[in-house]
């Protein structure tokens, strides 16, 4: 026999896998199983956007377990036995899993060495969550614009915050075709990114270091982003005392998860004689936060006791909510 032939005939042989596969369980012969749910090490409830570990009770012998979540679920971590799988909870009304195991053919009879795949599709419940918002923070005010988008207390949505903006050196609005800057930020740890660069230092980082690097834009307009802190309750501290914890990088948006939200704050370029318009927005999961836009002219006038920067707005918009 050539080298071909036995090649072909190989290849017509069923797999190791495939023949040792055991067949289907009778109906009434496979255990029953349910589906648990845990958040942060405590038995909970599943909220969407929320990172949990949801664990299939099979009550019986079972052995290579297998949990497989609904389309557009992705597993992020299991146990060793496979009986136990990290994942971000869906948006939809309930969560979908079909767990497949290996058992006796016979659990009633001791002796019975057969063995059988069991299937079952499990669901359990999905509670909806409550979107951030924006809020005011002080500082915002005339051409500066200083805002905090903060999750909900209660079943917060942890899906990542979009934050853009458009700028431009004429005193108008920015228009839908120029350019526009984004950067996502995530709130779950299990997005964040590790990146190969390091970043410069931002408390020593020149003007074009922090343009490069950490800003989202420079020019007619500067805008950065920074990550809240919270204050002593436990709850994001917008009352601006320590509201930034960290400063967060356009260039490694995913560094830093911002678990209790942040601040973005967006401000004039330096040049003289500046003419300035800007458009920032932020949005989680195609959901409108806040929305604010400045138009206007800032010059430096000279008086007998030093320069004076005046800024005069033309036109503003603001929306939080």
């Known amino acids: 026999m050539t ?3 036995v090649f072909l005939a190989l290849l017509a042989l069923p797999s190791t896998a495939a023949a040792q596969e055991p067949p289907a369980c009778a109906p009434d012969k496979a255990y029953e199983a349910t589906l648990t749910s845990q958040e942060a090490g405590q038995n909970a409830s599943l909220v969407a956007t929320h990172e949990v570990y949801v664990v299939a009770e099979i009550l019986g012998d079972a052995r290579a377990i297998s949990l497989t979540p609904q389309d557009g679920v992705a597993v992020l971590d299991k146990n060793s036995d496979g009986s136990g799988i990290i994942l971000f909870a869906p948006t939809t009304p309930t969560l979908t899993v079909t767990a497949s195991w290996r058992q006796s053919a016979d659990p009633s009879n001791p002796e019975e060495t057969a063995r059988c795949s ?3 599709v499990l669901t359990l419940p999905v509670l909806s969550a409550n979107p951030a918002r924006g809020v005011r923070q002080p500082g915002s005010a005339r051409e500066f614009a200083t805002f905090a988008i903060a999750p909900a207390l209660r079943r917060p949505d ?4 979009e934050i853009s903006i458009r700028t431009t050196s004429r005193v108008r609005f920015p228009r839908a075709n120029e350019r526009l800057r984004t950067m996502v930020v995530p709130m779950r740890n299990a997005e964040q990114v590790r990146y190969k660069t390091r970043l410069p230092n931002y408390a020593y980082a020149t003007f074009p270091q922090l343009c490069r690097s950490w800003w989202l834009s420079c020019g007619s307009a500067n805008s950065h982003v920074g990550q809240l802190n919270v204050n002593n309750g436990g709850r994001p501290d917008l009352d601006g005392s320590n509201a930034i914890l960290r400063p967060l990088a356009a260039s490694q948006p995913a560094r830093w998860a911002a678990r209790y939200g942040l601040v973005v704050s ?18 989680q999961a195609g959901r409108l936060l806040a929305r604010i836009r400045r138009a206007g002219r800032c010059v430096d006038i000279r008086r007998s006791s030093g320069i004076f920067h005046q800024c005069t707005i033309v036109r503003k918009s603001q929306l939080l909510r």
């Open 158 to 161: 942890l899906s990542p915050l």
């Open 3 to 5: 080298r071909v032939a």
């Open 266 to 283: 967006a401000f004039p370029g330096a040049g003289k004689n500046r003419p300035f318009g800007y458009d920032v927005q932020v949005k």
């Open 118 to 120: 069991a299937t079952r």
